[in-house]
């Protein structure tokens, strides 16, 4: 008598699902890469000599809301580490002050061996974008700060 079918089965087949036991640590794992690669982009520090001031006043603002205009003593403004024409700050600043809105301070920093005339045409700029909210760094609040931290 000839046995039918073999006599034997198989006791396990493979599944169509896809084991999902692993990915909550490949998730978390993957998070913990992403926050330790990324680079965190501070503005650089320019080569300027501040001017000084008898009193200072801290701003209260985090540090999202403040955007550092440089102006070094040649009349060369940067904003975000980029080089800008004295024509293009309020073309650049206006849709930001707008979009933040009217929270942004800007912060000028700038050589204390400035023209007027460039710090003038500067505030100008500022004005034509529409920005209220302006303020000017100095010797002393570079003091107060490296003292805190």
């Avoid at 985090?62 to 940067?78: A, D, M, P, R, T």
């Amino acid at each position: 008598m000839a046995i039918k079918g073999g006599g034997f089965s198989r006791k396990s087949s493979a599944s169509d699902k896809v084991p999902d036991s692993s990915l909550a640590d490949i998730a978390f794992l993957l998070l913990i890469f992403f926050m330790v690669t990324t680079v965190f982009r501070t503005d650089k520090e320019r080569d300027i000599e501040w001017p000084q001031a008898e009193a200072t006043e801290k701003i209260d603002e985090k540090s999202k809301n403040i955007l550092n205009i440089w102006v070094e003593q040649s009349g060369s403004i940067f904003m975000n580490d980029q080089p800008f024409t004295m024509d293009q700050v309020s073309e650049f600043v206006g849709p930001l002050y707008a979009q933040s809105d009217r929270r942004l301070v800007i912060s000028i920093r700038g050589d204390r061996d400035v023209p007027y005339r460039t710090m003038d045409q500067l505030q100008t700029e500022l004005v034509a974008a529409g920005v209220v909210r302006v303020v000017f760094a100095t010797e002393l609040e570079q003091r107060v700060t490296r003292a805190r931290r």
